[in-house]
């Protein structure tokens, strides 16, 4: 079965210090991966994607995620954290097109000290 | 410009009611969700629809209707509500399923009392 795993429900970082979000999933195509923000009351907003191509890939506000298909995973990472950063950050997959579904992991808080 | 919008954002009514959320697209995609978001903030797939078709019904209690009376719109009815549908709920659209990214809007908060 297909499934998203993000290890780390709550991340604590200090502002200007690097970050990584885990995700690792699980499904026997290619997959299509997604990392999202969510900031307190809103909606989710897409950070980057992988389809296929370089397996480092660069998105909105610094952030930017490695895929790594020995390891099963799509981390997240960021070099210097800042305070507006604080939010929930969701890693998703999207199954092969045609099926119009997407696997959601369960999300990881993200703090920032000050 | 709103891409994604939803009304209400706020949603408070009794156990046993019945309740609409609306939801518009302005930005000319084919294909229309709803999540459901608990209150760990875990987003599940409720409802996909592909130019105006219902692709995903995912185990949804028949209390729960989406309908998509054109490619930019898609509600979704809740009949006999009751506590354990509180959540926030999310529409978002994307071009294509599965392949493609999904825009959100900015979730109606529902609560049953």
């Known amino acids: 079965a297909q499934s998203v795993t993000q290890p780390d429900i709550h991340i604590t970082v200090s502002e200007g210090a690097s970050l990584e979000l885990r995700c690792n999933y699980s499904?026997?195509?290619?997959?299509?991966l997604f990392w999202y923000v969510q900031s307190p009351g809103q909606g989710l907003q897409l950070l980057l994607k992988y389809f296929s191509g370089d397996t480092l890939v660069q998105g909105i506000k610094g952030f930017e995620a490695e895929f790594k298909r020995s390891q099963s995973s799509f981390n997240l990472r960021k070099p210097s954290v800042h305070w507006s950063d604080a939010a929930e950050y969701f890693c998703?997959?999207?199954?092969?097109?045609?099926?119009?579904?997407?696997?959601f992991g369960t999300g990881t808080r993200l703090k920032v000290l000050a | 410009d709103t891409a994604v919008s939803q009304t209400p954002k706020y949603l408070v009514t009794q156990m046993g009611n019945d309740k609409s959320i609306k939801c518009e697209q302005n930005l000319g995609h084919d294909t229309m969700y709803w999540y459901k978001q608990d209150s760990k903030k875990f987003l599940k797939i409720m409802f996909s629809?592909?130019?105006?078709?219902?692709?995903i019904n995912e185990t949804v209690p028949n209390r729960f209707s989406p309908k998509s009376p054109d490619k930019a719109h898609l509600n979704l009815h809740i009949n006999s509500l009751e506590l354990g549908d509180s959540a926030v709920y999310f529409c978002?659209?994307?071009?294509?399923?599965?392949?493609?990214?999904?825009?959100f809007g900015p979730g109606t908060r529902l609560t049953v009392l």
């Open positions: 629809y592909n130019n105006k078709e219902l692709i």
């Open positions: 998703a997959v999207g199954l092969f097109p045609g099926t119009y579904k997407y696997i």
């Open positions: 978002a659209s994307s071009q294509e399923g599965g392949a493609d990214t999904q825009y």
């Open positions: 499904y026997g195509a290619t997959p299509y």
